[in-house]
């Protein structure tokens, strides 16, 4: 898979869900389904979405010990979607055993990537709720190269980390990056934004955008508008 823009798909129900995939007409967007909407409609959202031809992200971030989360990814790679996601805090034996578990017996997979740190986490809550004193930087590197040791594919992070990934962990292991916003657009609650052009430009793999598009007045024009600054 190359490069390629995630619409994050933060809805409440698969009504407003496939309301607004609806207005696609002969696309199918690369889409992120998120425990939101996962935990309200269950596993049928993932089959309708995979029926209908889109390729899926399901960003539900798995932590939990070695074999309950093996269990569980032997249950989500039945649902062939093409990315899903753990915290790297897990440990890297948590992170081998996702990618056992997520294996089909065919020797096939869904992409796995991490979450290293939250953005939502700062150094100074990492210092005084963690206990974590390393500076958040070499945290999120170290988590990203533990994710490669363990033969993830890839790390969830900010775009402005993505070429710092790349240089620790190889050009091959994959960036998926939020926090993506238009040059004239709002930013909303996301502090570290960029955009798609500049996500380009730093090596971002796949982009994940959602109220850019999904509050658009015009969704498709924002879709087609992220495609142009990041894959064209
Ligand atoms: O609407 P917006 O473009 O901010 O959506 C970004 C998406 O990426 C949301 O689904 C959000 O939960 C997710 N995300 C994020 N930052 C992370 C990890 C995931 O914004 N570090």
């Not at 619409?7 to 698969?14: H, L, Q, R, T, V």
């Not at 309200?40 to 959202?45: D, H, M, V, Y």
């Not at 539900?60 to 569980?72: A, Y």
């Not at 055993?97 to 020797?107: H, K, V």
């Amino acid at each position: 898979m190359g490069k390629d823009v995630i619409i994050a798909c933060d809805f409440a129900s698969k009504a407003d869900c496939l309301n607004f995939l609806d207005k696609f007409t002969g696309k199918k967007p690369f889409v992120k389904i998120g425990m939101e909407l996962f935990y309200a409609e269950g596993p049928e959202i993932v089959k309708e979405l995979k029926n209908r031809g889109h390729k899926i992200f399901l960003d539900l971030k798995l932590h939990d010990i070695p074999n309950t989360v093996k269990k569980s990814m032997s249950v989500l790679s039945r649902l062939d979607v093409d990315m899903t996601n753990l915290h790297a805090a897990g440990t890297i034996s948590m992170m081998e055993a996702a990618i056992e578990g997520l294996t089909r017996e065919d020797g096939s997979r869904p992409l796995l990537i991490a979450v290293t740190q939250l953005t939502s986490t700062d150094q100074e809550r990492m210092e005084n709720d963690l206990l974590i004193k390393e500076p958040i930087d070499k945290v999120v590197m170290h988590y990203a190269s533990n994710a490669a040791k363990a033969g993830l594919d890839g790390v969830v992070c900010s775009p402005l980390e993505a070429g710092k990934v790349h240089e620790t962990c190889g050009k091959n292991f994959l960036t998926v990056t939020p926090g993506v916003r238009f040059a004239d657009g709002d930013i909303g609650d996301q502090k570290r934004v960029m955009t798609p052009a500049e996500a380009k430009k730093i090596g971002s793999d796949y982009i994940v955008v959602g109220r850019p598009i999904t509050a658009a007045a015009d969704p498709i024009a924002a879709y087609e508008r992220c495609v142009a600054e990041f894959v064209d």
